[in-house]
C-alpha cells in the first residue's frame, strides 16, 4: 500500500505563487509516475503536471510556462511550483502516483487551491 501526503494549497491572488509539495511513503517501485491532477465541480478530474521516475515531465498545455514541477527521488516526494496563477487554476488539487509496472492509481486526500480575481 502507498499513503500520500499533500501539502501547500490555499488562497492567493491572481498573478500570485503557490507551491504543492506530496510526499509518498509504503510500497513504492521503482518505475513510477508522480504528478497532480486537479478537478472542479462538476467537471473530470484533469492532468496538470507529472513527473517519471527515471526522467522527463509532462504538462497541461493550460499551465505551460507558468508551473513547474519537481521531484526528490530519494524522498519520494514531488513538488508543484504555481507562479502566475489565474482564477481558472481554483481547483482541489490531487496528488497521484501510478506503479507503472502494475498501472495501479494512488491517490491523495486533495487540497483547495483558490485563486481571487
Known amino acids: 500500500q502507498v499513503q500520500l501526503e499533500e501539502s501547500g494549497g490555499g488562497l492567493v491572488q491572481a498573478g500570485g505563487s503557490l507551491r504543492l509539495s506530496c510526499a509518498a511513503s509504503?510500497?513504492?517501485?521503482?518505475?513510477?509516475?508522480m504528478g497532480w491532477y486537479r478537478q472542479t465541480p462538476g467537471k473530470e478530474r484533469e492532468l496538470v503536471a507529472v513527473a517519471f521516475s527515471r526522467g522527463g515531465t509532462n504538462y497541461a498545455d493550460s499551465v505551460k510556462g507558468r508551473f513547474t514541477i519537481s521531484r526528490a527521488n530519494a524522498q519520494n516526494t514531488v513538488y508543484l511550483q504555481m507562479n502566475n496563477l489565474k482564477p481558472e487554476d481554483t481547483a482541489v488539487y490531487y496528488c497521484?502516483?501510478?506503479?507503472?509496472?502494475?498501472?495501479?492509481?494512488?491517490w491523495g486526500q486533495g487540497t483547495q487551491v483558490t485563486v481571487s480575481s
Open positions: 509504503g510500497n513504492i517501485f521503482d518505475r513510477n509516475v
Open positions: 497521484n502516483l501510478r506503479n507503472m509496472v502494475a498501472s495501479i492509481d494512488y
